[in-house]
């Protein structure tokens, strides 16, 4: 018999009625530490004061109007973000593959509109991920995402992540655009060079192409910069937010150049839910902490100990870890042993990790998350580790 909830999940045997800051908590009271912070969502950790307050006010006083009226709260965060960005305009989601789907069309609409109608190809990479929605998955094309799913959205150009040439041969007169993560999440922690998206970027001035940044996982301070590619210097003409913006509210976001949203006039998008008074008060009480450049300095400098401890760690137990990578306290540990019984053990030792592509572990722990929560961290994932070996 199918059970109550469509089994498309597998769960590990934990529920949790409670969160902290960086821990969640069971009924029996069992205390793990979180450095998976709901998929890189919990951006403040659990049931940070002042975005409680800030939902709870809001639900106090107003839900859901709809985007047939006005929305106050909708406006000021498109407004901070633009100030914080590349962007000129905003629009908002409810999740990350809205985002994605906005992001295409917008695209697409944009060469509609200048008159070339055949510019609709989009080039992605191997191990992205852009979500679950239609075109998310054939944006990702791989077969575990798209099997048995067709007939596919058509246009989406596959090339091998760090294949110059490929890319290079790809780029003709039908190319709209390039959707690349600054930082690969589900593909295993797979930072893109700046060199390379700098090179991207040239080669999308060159030829006219679009520039789509999905920074659903690596965007919102989770680098170490508000968002990724500040690092590398360049900006996209689109990109794609979610996950921490909301810090476990569902909300989601398109920003764009006026150039490339210009295609995207009265009428050709919307969305019930996007933008609602809720989510935005919340994305704002994030943006107001993470992008205070004082929590950035200390985002670097946590994930600096955080990568040395880490070093450390592996040094010794050479049989199970491998080596680090990633960015900021966007973290993925390259594994020997097989990274979920790795997650496994760490339930033993109340620790939460999550697992990605390439045998990666993934650390994403509330960039609040203190040093002394760092170090606990350590000796939790050591214990994990410990117990890895000796099975
Ligand atoms: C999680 C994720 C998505 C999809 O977001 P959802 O909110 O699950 O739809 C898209 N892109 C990247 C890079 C992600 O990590």
Redesign the pocket.
Same mark, same amino acid.
């Given at each position: 018999m199918i059970p109550a909830l469509l089994p498309t999940y597998a769960r590990a045997p934990l529920s949790f009625v409670k969160g902290e800051g960086a821990w969640l908590i069971e009924a029996d009271g069992r205390r793990f530490l979180d450095l998976g912070a709901g998929? &890189?969502v919990n951006a403040l950790g659990h049931a940070h004061p002042p975005l409680v307050k800030a939902l709870t006010d809001q639900a106090n006083a107003l839900w859901h109007t709809s985007n047939l009226y006005q929305i106050p709260q909708q406006q000021a965060l498109a407004e901070t973000l633009i100030d914080l960005s590349f962007a000129d305009t905003v629009f908002f989601t409810? *999740?990350?593959?809205? &985002? +994605?789907e906005l992001a295409v069309k917008m695209a697409r609409k944009y060469f509609f509109e200048k008159g070339q109608p055949e510019r609709t190809d989009i080039l992605t990479f191997s191990g *992205?991920?852009?979500?679950? *929605?239609s075109a998310?998955i054939a944006a990702a094309g791989s077969e575990k995402m798209t099997k048995g799913f067709g007939p596919l959205l058509p246009g989406f150009v596959h090339l091998d992540f760090a294949d110059h040439d490929a890319l290079n041969a790809a780029i003709n007169d039908r190319v709209a655009a390039i959707l690349i993560?600054p930082v690969?999440?589900?593909g295993g922690i797979r930072p893109v060079p700046d060199q390379c998206l700098k090179g991207l970027r040239d080669l999308c001035d060159e030829h006219g192409i679009l520039l789509i940044f999905?920074?659903?996982? +690596?965007g919102v301070a989770r680098t170490g910069k508000l968002f990724a590619h500040e690092w590398a210097g360049v900006s996209p003409d689109i990109m794609?937010v &979610?996950?921490g913006i909301g810090g476990g509210f569902?909300i989601?976001a398109v920003l764009a150049t006026e150039e490339a949203a210009s295609g995207m006039v009265l009428g050709t998008h919307g969305s019930t839910y996007g933008g609602n008074p809720l989510g935005c008060a919340v994305g704002r009480a994030v943006l107001d902490e993470v992008a205070d450049p004082a929590f950035l300095d200390a985002v670097n400098r946590k994930a600096g100990m955080f990568r040395q401890k880490l070093e450390g760690l592996i040094a010794e137990h050479p049989e199970v870890f491998e080596s680090v990578r990633g960015s900021g306290l966007m973290l993925g540990i390259k594994c020997k042993a097989a990274n979920t019984d790795i997650v496994s053990a760490g339930y033993d030792a109340l620790v939460l990790t999550v697992p990605a592509a390439d045998n990666v572990i993934r650390l994403l722990p509330p960039l609040n998350i203190s040093e002394d929560e760092i170090a606990e961290a350590i000796s939790r994932l050591d214990a994990a580790a410990t117990a890895v070996k000796a099975a």
């Open positions: 998929i &890189a409810n *999740s990350g593959t809205e &985002a +994605c *992205s991920f852009h979500g679950r *929605s998310g993560e690969q999440g589900e999905d920074e659903v996982q +690596c794609m &979610a996950k569902p989601g």
